[in-house]
């Protein structure tokens, strides 16, 4: 039995697809949907680290009429529990070259690294896959790559080492130490912290002086820089900014981005500009 981790819902769909024509790769699908790579990671005395995750994302979505419940570790413990009770299950973590899923690969091994010799990574960081066309290209995610290729990609799977699990182990406990709003990938396995703005000026150089809408603006960000957090994440961070009075409202934040409009402030007729040095 293999339990394959993978971080979100569009990259679960491909692997379930692959692993329904591969018997070597039966098994469940464990589905991380926390976006580790934004938001705090370190709790309050007497939080649970899921009450923590929930909290933070029901500040950030504001339109959700229910509760926000993340519960990502319970299904990681879980998962852990059928390791400790058969020992003929392994888990694949499937890692892709993207700051979601590198965050989850360093949580998991803080629950299931114990499990070495089961414990294998599928990472398909730098290596090619075939498109729908027959072309080649280099993912950064598992949701784009054909289920086809995701069982050859089996072949990629590998145990972690001791060493691995030695080094790797430690940038958890760096990762929440530093407890930043923000963690990108700087190549490898390599996550950096940084602070909850850091894709303001982004946003920002999509805002004029005439009001857009907010998907508008976030969807045009993500495109030109290839921002990995999501639009939910820019969303929040573009409310912040009205509330900061770094842009105007017209329309209610409390509903979803194309219900409101965001501008900078004035009508740019005494705005002066500068070229960055």
């Known amino acids: 039995m293999i339990y394959h981790i993978v971080t979100g819902d569009v990259a679960a769909g491909p692997l379930r697809e692959a692993i329904a024509t591969e018997p ?21 005395e007497g939080q649970k680290f899921s009450e923590m995750r929930s909290a933070f994302w029901q ?22 529990n059928e390791l400790s009770k058969n020992e003929d299950a392994r888990i694949w973590l499937w890692l892709a070259p993207w700051p979601a899923d590198i965050s989850t690969y360093y949580w998991s091994l803080k629950y299931l690294g114990k499990y070495t010799n089961r414990f294998f990574v599928v990472n398909i960081a730098g290596l ?11 993912p950064k995610s598992i949701g784009e790559i054909r289920p086809k290729e995701l069982v050859k990609a089996r ?9 691995e699990l030695e080094v790797d ?3 958890w406990r760096k990762l929440t130490t530093e407890n930043a709003g923000i963690r990108v990938h700087e190549g490898g396995k390599k996550l950096l912290s ?23 603006i976030v969807s045009q960000a993500i495109a030109r820089y290839n921002i ?3 639009d939910l994440y820019l969303g929040w961070r573009l409310r912040r900014m009205v509330e ?7 329309g209610d934040t409390s509903k979803l981005l194309k219900d409101f409009e965001v501008k900078m402030p004035g009508d740019g007729t005494n705005a002066q500009y500068s070229l960055p040095l």
């Open 228 to 230: 990995p957090t999501g």
């Open 169 to 171: 182990g430690d940038e």
């Open 244 to 250: 900061g009075g770094r842009l105007e409202l017209q």
């Open 24 to 44: 070597a790769m039966e098994g469940p699908v464990v589905v991380m949907k926390d976006v580790l790579s934004v938001g705090p990671l370190q709790k309050e």
């Open 59 to 80: 500040t950030v979505v504001t339109n959700e009429k229910s509760p926000i419940q993340v519960d990502d570790l319970e299904r990681l413990l879980e998962t852990g």
């Open 155 to 163: 072949k990629l799977a590998r145990p972690i080492t001791a060493g």
């Open 194 to 216: 940084k602070t909850e703005e850091h894709y303001d000026n982004q946003l920002m150089s999509f805002c004029s002086h005439q009001f857009q809408k907010a998907s508008k």
């Open 128 to 138: 090619p896959f075939l498109d729908e066309n027959g072309k080649v290209f280099y």
